[in-house]
């Protein structure tokens, strides 16, 4: 009894390590072509943050508003307000919050903590 006990476990640790091995290893899930829509909340910020980027250097409204429709968020407005504040609350000096004011700007947005950044 006992003796069949401990081959079981054994065989039960033996089976958990290969397992993981494999699942970890040897064939790990690798995501591609994954839709914005898809990203967990703090990567859409981090995304946000790129759609910013580039309105900066192309200057192109409808493109960034694809972009932002792309990541499937009804609440887009507030979002990048919210979003917006956070980073001048954070970087009120640093080139990516310009970029995040002139963007929420360009979508018609405002906030008083906008002008400490990048006067209208």
């Not at 081959?7 to 994954?34: H, N, R």
């Not at 990541?71 to 917006?84: A, N, S, V």
Request: charged residues 20%; hydrophobic residues 50%; without cysteine.
């Amino acid at each position: 009894m006992r003796r069949s006990f401990i081959i079981s476990f054994l065989g039960l640790v033996l089976g958990l390590a290969v397992g993981f091995y494999l699942g970890w290893v040897v064939l790990p899930v690798e995501l591609i072509d994954v839709a914005p829509a898809d990203l967990e909340p703090t990567l859409q910020d981090d995304h946000l943050q790129l759609i910013a980027d580039a309105y900066a250097i192309e200057q192109d409204i409808d493109a960034a508003a694809a972009r932002i429709g792309s990541l499937g968020r009804e609440d887009w407005g507030p979002w990048l307000l919210q979003e917006t504040v956070d980073q001048i609350l954070l970087n009120p000096t640093d080139i990516q919050t310009v970029n995040m004011v002139q963007l929420a700007r360009a979508f018609g947005l405002n906030s008083p903590a906008f002008d400490q950044v990048a006067p209208e």
